[in-house]
């Protein structure tokens, strides 16, 4: 198979099942919508509601049922980068190649349309005309993963970490509580979804959640050294910005040789789980060596 | 009944709930447990996860099984204050008395201290600890309920229009908007989510959500008066801000008189939809009573 098709593929499902969920700006509160609709359409890999499709896919279930689902988890990564983008944050002018929501917006309405896109993600995995085909039971299961890895006890503590760590000396367990957390667990919880969504047994629930915990990590090392070694043109956001700000790195902990072998050992560890599966795991396969592989 | 007996021990019920089912500020990302808590757990009349409460009994529901829910209402009602009182939104540096979140913790740990209450809302309602006991399309739909109520179609939505108006002339329909939605709209949800879960019936669930939506705009026109009329160390926030600011309010549309008159209108026929109900619905008929008359 050929890779970039597929993704490509998957891309125009999800900005079209995007574009078709979020309500349209008219009437009052038209800024909220134009300032949802601008970050959420406005570019971006899609690679976690594929990587949900993906996992639905392999244990042969119902790509159709997930996609809501898929595009809930990109409503809640946008929210985040928002949020994470603020002037009281990261403060950050660009992203995607774009100006930032609240550069644009303004700040406020920044802040309101991440917290839109966070509670729009929960109104559509609840939705009855979403939802109706599948297992009650685990929907909620699936809401209660999403709602973990997304909050305190996840990318929202990976978050504050990250921040607070800003200019201090970190060792290996800080730098990878930050990045399992801010990054990790929603990763992982995108393959969850569409696992547990598409039917898997046991077995492969948990062989999915450790692919899941091995490339979610492995891809927030790769963020850190394209900050190092990246170009800003294909990144579409700041490069040289974490040292700058003295940000909690891999590469400032480990240097970059070591933290490309510990990404590289993520990933071959995350294909290790996929041993079982026959050529249905070819996708989840080729997405792990491209998040090693990613210039952007 | 003692209306004031019954508040108080509906209150200290819920404050007990919300103390457990917070996480406690240990380890990494222990700002953020404090920040939460300092808001959460700073004081509050609980009205709405009370309302919740009051509208399952009155269906003869399960109390204790309701009870995360109307938490969890209570979580996003205090995440919205914290986000509400930012300096990019309504600058404010006293809540309930005490000084406002980001005053205390700073921006960047305000923010994502909304965020978590808000995410932790969803985790709570999706608990399978939580929710076992009830029927799951029924949580499914309270769940969107909430979400709807909270997001960009409520809450939010409401809130934006409400910044917006900020200095401009606005009529009737305006304000009617801004209230019905950055208030209304949750504090009916808190109604419907007790009388969904609590097992009503189609008419029951019908006549609370008029009742609902009755008290919800009356509860924010009393608001407004209050901060022109009321005293500041009775409410704990600062008196005369709104006209201060140019905020789109009801005195500042139709006199004070006036709205004090809409208010007893829709008090009045809110307590009309109960009338259907026997003497359990005397808390829910006091808490209207106590809506028009509160001076805090």
Redesign the interface.
């Known amino acids: 198979m050929d890779l970039s098709i597929y993704l490509q593929k998957k891309k125009e499902l999800i900005d079209e099942a995007l574009d078709i969920y979020l ?1 349209s700006p008219n009437g ?2 038209s ?3 134009k300032a ?1 609709r601008y970050s959420l359409l406005g570019g971006g890999k899609r690679l976690r509601p594929i990587l949900t499709i993906a996992s639905c896919e392999l244990v042969d279930g119902d790509s159709d049922s997930v996609l809501p689902f898929a595009c809930a988890i990109e409503l809640i990564h946008t ?1 985040s980068l928002i ?1 994470d983008d ?1 002037p ?2 990261d403060n950050d002018d660009y992203r995607r190649g774009n100006l930032t929501n609240h550069r644009v917006f ?4 920044a ?2 349309a ?3 896109l ?3 993600a ?2 559509l995995m ?3 005309k979403t ?1 109706f085909k599948l297992n ?2 685990v ?3 699936v ?2 993963d999403i ?2 890895a ?4 996840g990318m ?6 990250d ?2 760590s800003e200019g201090k000396e970190v060792f290996l367990p800080d730098i990878e ?1 930050i990045h399992t ?1 801010k990054t990790g667990h929603i990763i992982r919880a995108s393959v969850m979804t569409g696992v547990k969504l598409g039917g898997g047994t046991e077995e492969e629930i948990e062989l999915l959640s450790e692919y899941g915990k091995a490339i979610g990590l492995a891809f927030q090392i790769i963020d850190d050294i394209l900050n190092v070694e990246g170009d800003k043109a294909e990144l579409g956001k700041s490069v040289g910005s974490d040292a700058k700000k003295g940000k909690a790195t891999y590469p400032g902990v480990l240097g970059i040789d070591d933290s490309r072998r510990s990404a590289n050992l993520l990933i071959d560890k995350a294909i290790g789980f996929l041993e079982k599966f026959d050529d249905k795991a070819e996708p989840l396969r080729m997405i792990a060596r491209y998040i090693e592989a990613r210039k952007k």
């Open positions: 309500p009052y509160a800024t909220i919508h949802m929210y949020h603020l009281a944050m303004g700040e406020a309405a802040i309101l991440g917290d839109a966070l509670t729009e929960f109104r609840t939705d009855s939802i009650t039971p929907v909620l299961d809401i209660n709602a973990y997304a909050g305190v006890c929202i503590g990976g978050q504050i970490v921040l607070e509580y957390h």
